[in-house]
Every structure is written in C-alpha cells, then in structure tokens.
Nanobody
Framework: QVDLVESGGGSVQAGGSLRLSCVVS????????WGWFRQAPGKEREGVAA????????YYTDSVKGRFTISQDNARNTVYLQMNSLKPEDTAMYYCAVGKYSPREMMVGRLASSWGQGTQVTVSS
C-alpha cells in the first residue's frame, strides 16, 4: 500500500511563505517523479512542481517559477515545496503525488500513480 502524507499547509498573508512536506511510504519503484498539484474551488487540478528521484532539473509551472522551490530527501522519502512570495491566487488544496513519469510528463499530463489527501493553503490579501 502506497501512502503519501502531506503537511505544512496553513493560512498566510500575501507575500508570506509556507513549506509543504510529503512523506511517501510503500512506493517500490526505484526511480520516479514526485511532486505537487493544486486545485482551487471551481478550477481543474494543475501541476505545480515535480522532481525526479534520480536527478535532473525540476519542472515548474510558469506561475510559480522564481517563487516556489521543490526539493527532495530520498533518505527520508520526503519531498518538499518551499513557497515564497505567496499570492492570493496560490490559494488551493495542494496534493502530493508520485509516478513513473518524467517531471514534465507528470505536471503537464497531470499524471500520477498515487496521491495524497491534500493540505490546504490559503493566502489572504
């Protein structure tokens, strides 16, 4: 059984920062991508950032480039999303996901094998 447990969401004012964490257990693939999606009320789920466990550059959606940073700690089976300069339009439920795709495939194609339950991020103006 694959489990993804997110933490770190919350409410902040515009310009603030949050750091999301996702601990993955039970996923047996040796090389895969893991990353973050988000979904705001009334909108489709969109890929935010993804990274490949075996290295290579991460993928970011255009709206978060320069503000968000994805990182990983393979020894702790944890992926992080550091979110700086948050904007009200970043408000959404953020989901962690894993899958045997490239980071770009995962984000652009919205592809994943397993998903977390989500953590809410709310940014007020």
């Amino acid at each position: 059984q694959v489990d993804l447990v997110e933490s770190g969401g919350g409410s902040v004012q515009a310009g603030g920062s949050l750091r999301l964490s996702c601990v993955v257990s039970g996923y047996t693939a040796s090389k895969y991508s893991w990353g973050w999606f988000r979904q705001a009320p009334g909108k489709e789920r969109e890929g935010v950032a993804a990274i490949y466990t075996a290295g290579g550059g991460p993928y970011y959606t255009d709206s978060v480039k320069g503000r968000f940073t994805i990182s990983q700690d393979n020894a702790r089976n944890t992926v992080y999303l550091q979110m700086n300069s948050l904007k009200p339009e970043d408000t959404a439920m953020y989901y962690c996901a894993v899958g045997k795709y490239s980071p770009r495939e995962m984000m652009v194609g919205r592809l994943a094998s397993s998903w977390g339950q989500g953590t809410q991020v709310t940014v007020s103006s």
